[in-house]
């Protein structure tokens, strides 16, 4: 079956620091991966994506991810966290037999502490 | 910007009753998109609507919803009875040609539902 894991419900960071939102997957065939922001009280924004190319794939904010075929990861990070990246994060991957559908991680909530 | 709007952003209904929740995609997009995220729980796909039909559509998706396409700039999610569990926030989304195969939707930013 495919899906995605996001193994922290919570993280913390200090403001100015490296961040890091795990994601892991499982899919049949090559994923197509992204990362959503969820601001409180906010629709879904997304933020990157993986399809193909280089494995380091640079987003919106600031933010990167780096896929990792041989670990079925699609880690989130940013080099120095700020407070307004407090939010809610998600990983999804499309579904390999869908055209259309994703499939969503639980979500992350991140934390960054001034 | 252009943006995907949703209303009503927050709508409470009795169990049993009918729910129309609109949305207006973002203008020369041709993929739209319902999905559902119940509170403390992850993003559902509900399903997926191109051409003026259903593309796609998960198991929550049943007999008791529906998705419309009215008018040419409104896309409708309506439940014929609600019941309980279908309280949860509704997203709509929608995306472009050039974006349909690799996944980037752009969403409104909800509308609540609590049925009780």
């Known amino acids: 079956a495919q899906s995605v894991a996001q193994p922290e419900d919570q993280v913390n960071v200090a403001e100015g620091n490296p961040l890091t939102v795990k994601c892991t997957y499982s899919?049949?065939?090559?994923?197509?991966l992204f990362w959503y922001v969820q601001y409180p009280n906010r629709g879904l924004q997304f933020l990157l994506k993986y399809i193909t190319g280089d494995n380091l794939v640079k987003g919106s904010y600031g933010f990167e991810a780096e896929f990792n075929k041989s670990q079925t990861s699609f880690h989130l990070k940013k080099p120095s966290a700020l407070v307004s990246d407090s939010a809610l994060y998600f990983c999804?991957?499309?579904?390999?037999?869908?055209?259309?559908?994703?499939?969503w991680g639980a979500g992350t909530k991140l934390i960054i502490k001034p | 910007e252009p943006e995907v709007t949703q209303t009503p952003s927050h709508q409470v209904t009795q169990m049993g009753q009918e729910v129309i929740l609109r949305c207006v995609p973002i203008s020369n997009h041709l993929y739209f998109y319902w999905y559902r995220q119940i509170l403390g729980q992850k993003v559902e796909f509900l399903v997926s609507?191109?051409?003026?039909?259903?593309?796609?559509k998960s198991e929550i998706f049943d007999d008791q919803f529906s998705v419309e396409r009215p008018d040419g700039s409104n896309f409708t999610l309506k439940i014929r009875s609600t019941k309980l569990e279908d309280s949860a926030m509704y997203f709509c989304a929608s995306s472009g040609r050039g974006s349909r195969n690799t996944g980037e939707l752009f969403f409104g930013e909800g509308s609540r539902l609590t049925v009780l």
């Open positions: 999804a991957v499309r579904a390999a037999d869908s055209n259309y559908q994703l499939i």
């Open positions: 899919v049949s065939g090559n994923p197509y």
């Open positions: 609507f191109y051409n003026n039909e259903i593309s796609e």
